[in-house]
């Protein structure tokens, strides 16, 4: 046997696996080949002693290792903030109210038209190192504050790049039909023709989307229009997603369901008959708990009902600077427990498993196994509850990228 190239040692493992709570392993090792984890189980069990066995001996010093969060659903990459929205908001604005008077995700698609790519990536690359500095080691990031060609290009690339600054996995996701531009007042279905027949086929032939997501909403795009945008994403192969149901029922669940979508988002107002179709469709529901918090939202997306069906959940910071603004994924484990009820176990599995999922990730990511990449986090806990339990805390001590610390523990911040 050729030997590995690290090993670490003296551990507790969660490893999310299915089968009993966090996949639990007790003084576990992890021995990593070529960026993928090669062996998983009980140091007693090794098949010899470490230093015959990997060329980088660890020591985990007996704290906990979980798979490497990951983050699904993210607008990351953006310029501008929506700060004076918020002080309107709290003086009794709605968010809808502010969207229909041309602010809201319009404010920032002409801030982000404007930007530089530098400066998009500059803000970018700021707040990807906060996700990564609480654990985060895969990111999905959404195009859809450029709305025309040129800038969900832009959006896009920048994306993309950042992955080569920073030890982190992205995947992109195209959302032209994120909200109509100022340009295409009135014109919502030309600006949809707009979206598959000119977009979509530049970004899908540059290689630069992994799937394809819209918003379906009053102040969105209707169910009509969505499926005209998932029927451009099949003629490229693409797998879509569905922003569904977060401020009405249009529907959206079942409609993501009926094209096989990887995932729904949102969800507040899903049906029983959209959950059922999620299930048969294997969709994952991804509930964003951030969102609900920052609108203040009180219809509750049907959590009972996803357990009830078997449908996967999945947690994600939905970062964005209108509705989501925040870089803390920790902070919505707590808030997926608190605001929705999941479970501690059930939100991480939302931020780890069934995240992988939600990307169609599943073999790659999610959960420590042999096969899987070696993306993992070092915790200074005591037992896996408390990633979900503290309100702001950090007990991240490193993040573990292809079998290898991603950066030197002192830049990343103490817990506290
Ligand atoms: N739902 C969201 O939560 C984000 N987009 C969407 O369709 C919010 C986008 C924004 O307000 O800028
Ligand atoms: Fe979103």
Redesign the pocket.
Known sequence: MSKWDAIWLNAQLATMQAGRPYGLIQDGAIGVKAGTIAWVGKRTELPGSPETLADAVFEAGGCWITPGLIDCHT?LV?AGN?AREFELRLQGAS?EEI?RAGG??RS?VAATREASPELLTATAERRLRALRSQGVTTVEI?S??GLDLETEVKMLRVARSLAEHQPVTIRTTF?GA??LPVEFEGRSDAYIDFVCAEVLPVVAQEGLVDAVDA?C?GI?FSPAQTVRVFEAAQRWGLPVKL?AD?LSDLGGAALAAQFRALSA??LEYTSVEGVAAMASAGTVAVL?PG?FYF?RETQLPPVAQFRQHGVPMAIAT?C?????PTTSPLLMLNMACTLFQLTPEEALTGMTRNAALALGLAEQRGTLAVGQAADFVLWDIEQPAELAYSIGGNPCLNVIKAGFPALPPAEFPQPN
């Open positions: 607008h953006y929506r968010y969207a809201g995700i920032t959404k859809g504050y959302l994120h909200a918003f909403e969105g922003h977060q988002e949102h964003l969102a609108l939905d964005n600077p209108g509705s989501s």
